[in-house]
């Protein structure tokens, strides 16, 4: 018998910064969320899967920093 497992649809994008370039474990990060355009937003939104990961893609190419899809 085969076995489905959950599958979530939509995710959440969004990267976090390191303002003096340094990812030491005592660096300040910070936490940039991006929308369904490709732009940052305020507040976490969540767009369709294959949509963040596309964005994900072209946002790690421009190496802002730590590119995530959740």
């Known amino acids: 018998m085969a076995s489905s497992f959950p599958c979530c649809e939509i995710r959440q994008l969004l ?3 390191y303002p003096g370039g340094s990812k030491a474990p005592g660096a300040e990060r910070i936490t940039v969320f991006y929308g369904r355009r490709g732009r940052p ?3 976490p939104r969540f767009i369709p899967a ?3 990961h596309q964005w994900a893609r072209k946002l790690q190419a421009r190496r802002l920093g730590t590119v995530s899809v959740l």
């Open 50 to 52: 294959e949509l963040a």
């Open 41 to 43: 937003v305020k507040k």
């Open 15 to 17: 990267v976090h910064v």
